[in-house]
Structure formats: structure tokens, C-alpha cells
């Protein structure tokens, strides 16, 4: 039995913590109304708020400047994407999915034809998938890049903000390009993809990984050997792998904890059996770890880029005639993908019609921001955005 | 010009004279020195980051900082219903005001003082205490808790780095033997003078970092942390109100740089140029480290900013006062 298999297996056998489960959303907003006795104060952090990374409303309790109690509020923007896909055909959700994520976009896209193409049985073309694998990889980089930014913004770092944004801007240039579209990417669909990528593709990509492993020196240089930096990571926003087992955290935020779950590895779809690739794992658990893993990763990804620019095949890039009515076999589908924040399902339930019966979309961040309340207890209010940054939510996805 | 000083010697008198032309004088400084900070703290911002920096409005963006002023002016200054009034509108005022007594006693150049006082480096520093005053007003007062947490922040903070401004400002009030800033100049400048930096690199260290501090810039500008407190202490206010809270902070950015160049680099000391030019050329060189270190670091946790002050500045610089007191005593006892 392989390890990875071992780690699902760990997954499923760790008991919730029923404890928490219950106890949260929804106890604190009625006590709002009054204030505490003992001293300590509500504070609303967010829905509008700098460092809510969008909608997020936490609600917490101080004592002074410390933590006591907190709950994380989420919903404000709901779309009803799953519903949606019960309304129209199979064909007609394709454009959903990353605007779920929109970091992500590339992997939700391409995360959700293949869950359609693998339930129904659908063909596709070799250099179709070797293009979606390096796609979806450059937009991993990309969110990675951003939430370095935006990681580094909530310390109050300013400056590598707008060097990740120049930086991500190339990424988005090139996938542009190929897809048409910038963040919301609708790149994939049924047997393949839209359109063949342009015929600079490749060169301007392996400029991009040139540029892009000389930028990781000058962050390195500008932050990572910052004292300032170091001490308000190290050590603080400890994730134990109890937590992540109980709350189903995955992604980075599970190898920064030491847990080598990685869905490109323990379940491989797409490209990435055929190349070769590390799954970078820590083992404190803390923001800096999280952010080292993060790092490693988009050096991994750079690699496998460049492996899938090297073996990339002639041919066509999906059927001739875009499949748009797919034939439904009836029952119950699960298929995951490795999302820039962890295991990203879907689950496609189809009867004999041509919509889906249902979809549940089973998205990362909801299971990494559950966790958060357990988190908080007694840090900082400064810590507080320091640990919400490095867990690198995404609302939308959350709300869906 | 001198037909103009003579009428208003005439009608005014020396002393009122002086008054008059000095505070005059020091409101153009404070709004030409506001003006330019903000774009030049843009533009190296712009620089670092690998952009531009403003370019629309006059050449180089230059005007752009004026055009902020009037959308400014024009805002529509909103006071919530839960606030002090009161407090809350006299707070900017209380949190500017000194700066202006404080600039009123800098040394331009060796004789270009408006108020010389014997005692000028002791009464920057009140002064400076008094400014306090005003931004835990407006924080009380807009009855906001981030506003109010802004607030607490800010008074611990700037008690905490007081101290070891002061006790780096004193080994150099040793080294000159006088409170008095000209003198402290004087001593700097003539035959055998030498700029202090030289003889209290660390007292500078000291001095800047506690500077910065006690401007709320960053990387310590926890006072407003905007990823945390949204604004801090000037969440509630709009329009005018924020804008004198914001000309407060770049004028006493350029005080404690004054006072910097002042006590360390010798004040108006320097060849070929005018003695004012060569001071205001110092001080925006400090000013432009401050600059570059809020472009460059991420902002400090407040225990991590306060086991700085209290463990770490505050015994050394007084391990360095001890030891330029020591110092000086041998050298009379050996002269």
C-alpha cells in the first residue's frame, strides 16, 4: 500500500470534533446585542474590511488586543453556481466552475470536464491533456503568486505586492493568449479544449520560467531573510495535524503541517503521471511553513511546465465538432483535482436527461477556513490577519 | 522686502516682527514640505516597486499632490452620530498645533532660529508629547473600536520610544554640553568641530528608529495598520479632518528629521551652499531612509514593537549614554 493511500485512509478515520462543529456559526451574533461582563469587547471584523480577502466576516472577541473567542461568518456571496448547474445541460456549467475560485480558474475548468469526460467515457486527444496539465500549473504559479502578495500586504509589506502582481501579470498574458480570457477561464470543455494554444506559446513560456526563477531570488532577497518577517511567522498560527485530519484541511496548508497529501500524486489524473515532480512537505505547521511549501510549489510547477513544454505532441487538440449535448449514464460520479488550496471535487449525480440531476462541489477553502476558529484562540489581533493570509482562502469559492 | 520689514518694524516692533515673518514662513514650510513628501514618498514608492509613480497632473506628477488637496477640501466631511463632537473636531488641531511651535524652534542655520531657547531640544520633545494628545482625542472620541484600539496602540507606542529618543538626544547633549539646539550646532561646526555621527553612530541608529516610531511610519505604523484597523485612529474622519491628521504626520516626519540632522549631522554644516539649503538637503535625506524603510518592511506585531522598545533600545541607549558620560570624564580628567 502506498503512502498517499495511507494518508486518505488517515483522512477517513480521524473522528470530527464535534466539539467545535456545533459550538460555532451562529452562537456569537446574538451576544453582540449585550456586552460581556468580564471585561472583554466584540469586534466585527469584515464583511468590508482590507484584509478579508473579499467577503469574509469574522467576529471576534477581545480581550485587550487578545483573541478569546472568534467565528468566522461566511455567505455573503453566494451565487447558487450549484444550482445553476441543475438548470441548463451539462455544456452550459462550464463557465461556472472558475468563477468559483477565480484564482483557480484554469483547474476548476479543467477539474470539472474531466469529472464529466471520466463519468461519461469521453475521449481525449494526448495533446490536449499535456495542455491543460501545463495550463493548469501556470495558473497554480499565478494564485500562489498572488497570495504571496496579498500575504505579504496583510503584514503590512507593501512592495511585494506589486512585484508578484508584475510577475503574475506574464502568466496571465500567456494563458490570455491561449484561452482568450484572463482570470475566469472557460479553456477546457468536453474532449479537449477550445482552441489550440498561439504559435509562440512555447517561447514566450519558457521566457516566462526564466524570468520567473530570477524573480523568486529577488523575494527571497526582499523577504524571506527578513527579520521582521521571520518573527511574525515563525511559530505563530501553529496547524497541528490532528486539526488538519478533523477539518479535512488539504492542500498546502496540510504539507505545511507534514501531511504529503497531494491529489496529483495520490490519485494522478490528467499528464501528471508521466512527469516528474516532488510533493514539498514541512513539518512545524506555522504561517512560515506554509509559506516555504508554497514556494517549493511553484518551483515544482515551473518544473513541471517545462517538462510538459518538452514532451508536448502534434495533433488535434479536441474532437472536430465541439461536444456539446454529452450522453449521460446514469449514477454517481466523484472526481478531484489538486486546486492551489487543496483537494477540489466534483460530484456529478446524472440520471437518463441531459442537465445533471445534481452537482456538489466539494472546494478546499471551506474546510481550511473551518479550522480557523480553533486557530485564533489567543493570538493577536494582528495575528489574527497573519494566519487568515497565510491559509489563503478564497470567499466565492467558499460561498460558491 | 526691507522696505516691508522696516513698515512692519515700524507698526509691529521687533519681537512681533519676527513673529509674524516666522509663523508665515513656517506655514509655507509646512505646506510646501507636505506637498512635496507625498509625491516624493510616491515616486521612490514608484521606484521601488518598479513603476512609475504619479505622471498625469504636471510634469513629473508634481501637481498631483495639490490636486489632492482640493478633492480634499472638497469632500464632505462627515461626523457620525456616535461621536464626541467636540473632541472629536478640536482632536486634528490639538494633533497638529504643536508642530508648529516645534518647527518654530529648529535651527535652519547657525543663527536662523524664530524662538531660540536655551533649553530648545527639551521643549521639541513636550511639544511632541502634546501631539499625543491630540491623535488619542480623535481615537476616544470617534467612539469606534478600531478607532479606539488605534488609539491605545498609539499612546503605548509612542510612551514606550520616548524614552529611548530622549536618552539617544542626551549623549549628544553631553558630547555638545547644552540643551540649546544652536549650540548643539555650534558645536558641531568652527575650527575643530565634528559632525556627531562620527562620535554617536549608535545614538543615530537610536534616534532614527525611534523617530520612526514616534511618527507612527512604518514598519511601525501600528497606530493605523491598515490590514488590521482598517485606518486606526483616524477611521471615522473624512475630508478635511483627515487631511489635517495626514499634514501632522509628514510635518513632524520632517521635525524628527530636522532634529536628526540637527543633533547628528551637524545641522546647516557644509561647503559651498547656503547654510539652510545644506539643512534642508540632510533632512530629506533622512527622510528618504524613512521612506525607503516603509517601501521595504513588513509591519511589526505590537508585543514584537514593544519588546524592541523596552528590551532592546531602551538598554541600549542607556549602556550608550553611560558610556559617552565615561568617556567625557576621562577625556577632562586627562586634559
Known amino acids: 500500500m502506498s503512502t498517499e493511500s495511507a494518508t486518505l485512509k488517515a483522512y477517513a478515520a480521524h473522528p470530527r470534533t464535534p466539539e467545535y462543529a456545533p459550538l460555532r456559526f451562529g452562537t456569537l451574533t446574538p451576544a453582540l446585542e449585550q456586552a460581556p461582563e468580564d471585561g472583554t469587547y466584540y469586534l466585527n471584523m469584515g464583511p468590508q474590511h482590507p484584509s478579508m480577502h473579499g467577503v469574509l466576516r469574522l467576529l471576534l472577541r477581545l480581550d485587550g488586543e487578545k483573541v ?16 445553476m448547474a441543475e438548470r441548463g445541460i451539462f455544456a452550459q456549467f462550464l463557465p461556472n466552475p472558475s468563477r468559483m475560485d477565480y484564482l483557480g480558474g484554469m483547474i476548476y475548468n479543467v477539474g470539472y470536464c474531466q469529472a464529466v469526460e471520466r463519468a461519461f467515457s469521453i475521449e481525449v486527444p494526448e495533446r490536449a491533456v499535456v495542455l491543460r496539465t501545463l495550463c493548469c500549473e501556470l495558473n497554480r504559479i499565478s494564485s500562489h503568486l498572488l497570495w504571496f502578495g496579498t500575504f505579504l500586504l496583510d503584514l503590512g509589506a507593501f512592495t511585494p505586492f506589486l512585484l508578484a502582481f508584475q510577475d503574475r501579470e506574464k502568466i496571465l498574458d500567456i494563458l490570455d493568449s491561449a484561452s482568450g480570457s484572463r482570470l475566469t477561464y472557460c479553456y477546457a470543455n468536453f474532449g479537449g479544449l477550445a482552441l ?25 532577497e526582499l523577504v524571506t531573510g527578513n527579520v521582521i518577517f521571520r518573527q511574525r511567522c515563525e511559530g505563530v498560527g501553529i496547524i497541528t495535524q490532528d486539526t488538519i485530519l478533523s477539518y479535512g484541511m488539504t492542500g498546502p496548508n496540510a504539507r505545511a503541517s507534514g501531511i504529503a497529501y497531494d491529489v496529483r500524486k495520490a490519485e494522478p489524473y490528467g499528464f501528471y503521471p508521466e512527469v516528474e515532480f516532488d510533493v514539498p512537505t514541512r513539518d512545524e505547521g506555522d504561517c512560515l511553513a506554509r509559506y516555504f511549501v508554497r514556494f ?62 445534481r452537482i456538489k462541489a466539494r472546494t478546499p477553502s471551506f474546510s481550511n477556513l473551518s479550522a480557523m476558529a480553533e486557530m485564533l484562540e489567543g493570538t493577536m489581533v494582528a495575528d489574527t490577519i497573519a494566519i487568515l493570509g497565510s491559509i489563503d482562502i478564497v470567499m466565492p469559492e467558499i460561498d460558491r | 522686502m526691507t522696505a516691508l520689514l522696516d513698515t512692519l518694524e515700524g507698526t509691529l516692533g521687533g519681537w512681533g516682527t519676527t513673529l509674524l515673518v516666522g509663523f508665515v514662513a513656517l506655514a509655507g514650510l509646512i505646506t510646501v514640505n507636505a506637498m512635496f513628501m507625498v509625491w516624493f514618498e510616491r515616486k521612490v514608492a514608484g521606484w521601488v516597486q518598479g513603476r512609475l509613480g504619479p505622471m498625469e497632473h504636471g510634469p ?34 490639538v494633533a497638529f498645533l504643536p508642530a508648529l511651535a516645534m518647527l518654530s524652534l529648529l535651527p535652519y542655520d547657525n543663527n536662523l532660529t524664530m524662538t531660540d531657547v536655551e533649553s530648545g531640544l527639551l521643549l521639541v520633545f513636550a511639544f511632541g508629547g502634546v501631539s499625543l494628545m491630540g491623535i488619542f482625542m480623535g481615537a476616544w472620541s470617534s467612539n469606534n473600536k478600531f478607532a479606539l484600539l488605534g488609539g491605545m496602540r498609539a499612546v503605548s507606542q509612542n ?19 547644552s540643551l540649546n539646539l544652536g549650540e548643539i550646532v555650534a558645536a558641531q561646526t568652527g575650527e575643530n568641530g565634528l559632525w556627531f555621527i562620527v562620535m554617536q553612530p549608535v545614538a543615530l541608529g537610536i534616534y532614527l528608529i525611534a523617530a520612526t516610531a514616534e511618527t507612527n511610519r512604518a514598519p ?56 539652510p539649503v545644506w539643512f534642508i538637503l540632510k533632512v530629506y535625506f533622512l527622510l528618504f531612509l524613512m521612506v525607503m524603510a516603509r517601501w521595504t518592511y513588513p509591519r511589526l506585531r505590537f508585543d514584537q514593537l514593544m519588546n524592541l522598545a523596552w528590551k532592546f533600545l531602551i538598554p541600549l541607549s542607556l549602556i550608550n549614554l553611560l558610556a559617552t558620560a565615561a568617556v567625557l570624564k576621562f577625556v577632562e580628567v586627562g586634559s
Open chain 1, 68 to 83: 478569546v473567542e472568534c467565528e468566522p461568518v461566511i455567505g455573503y456571496s453566494h451565487r447558487a453556481h450549484e444550482k
Open chain 1, 196 to 220: 489550440d494554444v498561439p504559435e509562440d506559446f512555447a517561447e514566450r513560456t519558457r521566457q516566462y520560467i526564466k524570468e520567473q526563477r530570477a524573480a523568486f531570488h529577488t523575494y527571497h
Open chain 1, 296 to 357: 517549493e510549489e511553484m518551483e515544482q510547477s515551473l518544473r513541471i511546465v517545462e517538462q510538459c513544454l518538452d514532451r508536448l505532441p502534434e495533433g488535434p487538440v479536441g474532437p472536430k465538432k465541439p461536444l456539446v449535448r454529452v450522453k449521460p449514464k446514469p449514477g454517481e460520479y466523484y472526481h478531484c483535482v489538486e486546486s492551489p488550496r487543496g483537494q477540489f471535487g466534483m460530484f456529478i449525480v446524472a440520471d437518463k436527461d441531459p442537465e445533471p440531476w
Open chain 2, 60 to 93: 513629473q506628477g508634481t501637481l498631483q499632490t495639490l490636486l489632492d488637496v482640493v478633492k480634499l477640501l472638497g469632500k464632505e466631511s462627515i461626523i457620525p452620530a456616535q461621536v464626541d463632537r467636540k473632541v472629536f473636531l478640536l482632536a486634528p488641531v
Open chain 2, 159 to 177: 510612551i514606550a520610544y520616548e524614552l529611548p529618543l530622549l536618552l539617544s538626544a542626551m549623549a549628544v547633549v553631553l558630547c555638545a554640553g
Open chain 2, 220 to 275: 511601525f505604523d501600528i497606530p493605523e495598520a491598515e490590514s488590521e484597523l482598517v485606518a486606526g485612529f483616524h477611521t471615522e474622519y473624512t475630508g478635511m479632518g483627515f487631511a489635517v491628521f495626514f499634514l501632522a504626520e509628514y510635518t513632524y516626519m520632517f521635525i524628527v528629521c530636522g532634529i536628526g540632522a540637527t543633533l547628528f549631522l551637524g545641522g546647516g554644516d557644509g561647503p559651498l551652499l547656503p547654510g
